[in-house]
């Protein structure tokens, strides 16, 4: 039996999109899957097909922002399924508007969800992995809006960068361990999330079937970052190349920094730089 068939997944947004790409492919590959989303109704639907083709799976209604829910979920999940070893936030919304036209409950609606929402599943599950011990894996669906700027969805692309910067915190906290941490940035997938195309100028998306079975074998050979569309490269490339300019054009006035220099000597400088009382 090779990994994840027999692990039981805990995948939110799997109602539709890609999230149901993710579930069917985790189910093809032998996991056993909760599916997690917001709508009972395309929940059951995705649970009877996914039911009908064999698979071991189970829906639960959850609003991923709902702090005081999650270990509930949990807890039932892995009474009926087993315990979870493969998380994957991939609840999402978006809504576009520039940022002067931004109000602040879009905003927080865009971090409740979409960035809440991965740190609430990660503080349910991370401390169970870490107990039971063995292989785990965490995954985060951010965005191509997560690494370079998307004008016109500036609150959507601000939660996304937080996905990314999640992700890479795990990833140095968890390299001692089983846990094995995995970002998703997809470009444009034909899901309920973008409008399609009434002039049939613009080819549809990827298909998030494809991105589902990209996503689960990204999984099993431990990669960090998935991202979807190759053609994205020259702009996020460009952007790294801006910083990494400004480092070039930035003078000494300062003098090398603390916490650089502890950190270049393989010591942690949280403990040693933050005061006590907020160092932990
Ligand atoms: N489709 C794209 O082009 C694209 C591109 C980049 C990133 N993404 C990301 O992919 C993820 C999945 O989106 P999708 O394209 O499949 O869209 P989708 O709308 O088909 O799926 C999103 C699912 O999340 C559920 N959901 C929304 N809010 C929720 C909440 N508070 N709690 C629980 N479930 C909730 C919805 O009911 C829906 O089933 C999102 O995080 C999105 O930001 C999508």
Known sequence: MTWPSGETAFVTGAASGIGLGIARALVARGA?????????????????????????????????????????????????????SILVNNAGVISGAPMTGTTLESWRRHFRVNADGQFLGTSTFLPRFLERGGRAHLLNTASMAGL????????????????????????????????????????????????????????????????????????????FWIPTHGDFEPIVAALHREIEQAFRDTDDRHGPDPSTQLMLGGIDPVDRMLRPETAR
């Open 32 to 84: 056993r899957v909760a599916l997690v989303d917001l709508d009972a109704h395309k929940l059951a639907a995705a649970v009877g097909e996914l039911t009908a083709a064999g698979g071991s799976v189970a829906a639960v209604e959850l609003d991923v922002s709902a702090a005081d829910r999650w270990a509930d979920a949990a807890d039932r999940v892995e009474a009926a399924l087993g315990p979870v």
């Open 148 to 223: 370079m700027p998307v004008p016109g969805v500036g609150a959507y692309s601000a939660s996304k960068f937080a996905g990314v910067g999640l992700s890479l915190a795990l990833r140095e906290e968890l390299r001692d361990t089983d846990v094995a941490v995995s970002v998703l940035c997809p470009g444009t997938v034909s899901t309920g999330m973008v409008a399609a195309d009434a002039t049939g100028e613009h080819p549809a998306g990827a298909d998030p079937d494809r991105v589902g079975e990209q996503v689960v074998e990204a999984l099993e050979a431990g990669r």
